[in-house]
């Protein structure tokens, strides 16, 4: 009996090492496979800006405005149901050069995988329908997924974007403008992802502290 259970046991054990080993390959592995970028691998100085959750009809035309001002541009990862309710928003971004991308339709993390690519694609529809251009970027929602998300992901041609990890503001929890701003001139390096967030509530503090960051990095030559 005993050698039975142990055997039991050895197996178990074997396949929770199985599952973990193949749940989640590693960001090692789609770096690799160029599935999923959180940086970019440069010297020059550059970093990249990115905005979640817009468009918002107050917030993301001040962020506009403020990256027109200081020639910087912005990817913007858009709530389609946000796009659909702001489409003149949507298309002032492309006209002005910002890149348009996808990161779902409602924002609902708890969704199954056919859910969540039906999202996408409703969303694509959208911004193309505004803007004649289709997005090939994909942020998934809280920048959860799984293997077999980015595999279904990349079968329908788009490429992941998350972040750097140092890099995230949290700007959502409205910690302070002063507190966003030095996070980011603090932290960010050649090659960055910041995320920022254009919509889902209040972003005041996210214009004000980017008032604050633009100008800096433009006279740091990023």
């Not at 006209?95 to 348009?100: I, K, N, Q, S, V």
Request: net charge negative; aromatic share 10%; proline share 3%.
């Amino acid at each position: 009996m005993k050698k039975y259970i142990s055997l039991l046991l050895f197996v178990a054990l074997l396949f929770v090492l199985f599952e973990s080993a193949s749940a989640n390959k590693g960001r090692k592995y789609y770096e690799q496979a160029g599935q999923i970028l959180w940086d970019i691998n440069t010297d020059e100085k550059v970093i990249a800006l990115t905005f979640d959750d817009g468009p918002h009809r107050k917030y993301t035309p001040e962020i506009l405005d403020l990256l027109n001002k200081y020639g910087a541009k912005g990817t913007f990862f858009i709530l389609g149901a946000n796009a659909e309710r702001n489409p003149e928003i949507v298309l002032r971004m492309y006209e002005e050069g910002h890149e348009l991308a996808n990161h779902t339709f409602t924002h609902q993390s708890r969704k199954n995988i056919p859910s969540i690519l039906r999202e996408i694609k409703q969303t694509d529809e959208t911004i193309f329908a505004i803007t004649g251009q289709s997005t090939t970027l994909f942020r998934p929602v809280a920048g959860n997924y799984t293997d077999e998300l980015i595999e279904a992901v990349v079968q329908e041609g788009y490429k992941v974007v998350l972040w750097s990890w140092h890099l995230d503001t949290l700007d959502w929890k409205n910690p302070g403008a002063e507190k966003i701003t030095n996070f980011v001139l603090e932290g960010a390096k050649a090659g960055n992802v910041v995320i920022f967030h254009d919509g889902g509530g209040n972003r005041e503090q996210t214009v004000k502290a980017l008032s604050n960051i633009l100008p800096k990095l433009q006279q740091q030559g990023v």
